[in-house]
């Protein structure tokens, strides 16, 4: 997913210079470059809240595995001690 928002930003980038190249054959006055900045700030915020966003879910994601991995690791630890003391008993 994070994967995804990068390259939407990558494409927004790329159209932003498409956007400053075709515009600055033009005459461009103050007020509409300020209004392009102003436009790519906002949409660059947008952008950094939904990846953060993604980045916290992941990393929640991650530590779960982790998490369960140990889980899975003590249990089958425990049955292999369990399975050594069953082989002593009998």
Known sequence: MMVLVLMVMVIN???IIILV???STAAM???QLE???????LE??????????????????????IDNGDKV???VYNAVILGLQKLTIN
């Open 29 to 31: 006055s103050y007020r």
């Open 13 to 15: 980038l790329l159209m």
């Open 21 to 23: 190249v075709s515009t």
């Open 73 to 75: 690791g003590a249990a």
């Open 35 to 41: 209004d392009f900045i102003n436009k790519w700030t």
């Open 44 to 65: 660059l915020e947008e952008q950094e809240a939904i990846f953060l966003e993604q980045a916290t879910q992941v990393n929640a994601w991650d530590r779960l595995l």
